[in-house]
């Protein structure tokens, strides 16, 4: 992984961190609750100071969530030792499986596209009481065989 430089002040505010990051303050402190993100430091009045690493633990974070990760596989991540020091194998194994699954997602994604503008082909856009869209939606309605309903 490439470097997070330091943009200057150590010690930054949960405020500051979250426009540096663009990720709220309310999930700053979700991730802190959860300990995906470390407890930061404290000044002596109670505020919360954040440094480069925490800094750096977060865009991991963002980053990771941007790709699709659960919060479960970042959080495996992070307990290899994250950035630059977790081993390659494992992190290989881990983005392995969420490559499958997005592949999964993806081919499920391409049937229900031929599903569906199958459907919208069918419809005649039309006053009609019958509607092969509200037919796939609405099992009941519909009397196909296997549909299911909720």
Do not use: W
Request: aromatic share 4%.
């Amino acid at each position: 992984m490439r470097a997070i430089t330091s943009s200057g002040a150590v010690n930054i505010s949960i405020g500051e961190l979250s426009k540096r990051s663009g990720v709220s303050i309310e999930t700053i402190r979700y991730y802190e609750r959860i300990r995906m993100l470390p407890a930061p430091s404290r000044t002596a009045s109670g505020r919360r100071v954040y440094g480069p690493a925490e800094k750096r633990t977060l865009a991991f974070i963002r980053r990771s969530r941007d790709l699709g990760f659960t919060l479960e596989e970042i959080r495996a991540l992070l307990a290899l030792g994250g950035p630059e020091r977790a081993p390659c194998a494992d992190v290989h194994k881990i983005a392995g499986a969420h490559l499958a699954n997005v592949r999964k997602k993806l081919s499920d994604l391409v049937k229900l596209e031929a599903i569906l503008a199958e459907t919208v082909a069918q419809c005649s856009d039309g006053a009609a009481p019958d509607c092969p869209v509200l037919d796939i939606l609405d099992a009941g309605r519909s009397g196909i065989p296997g549909a299911r309903s909720r």
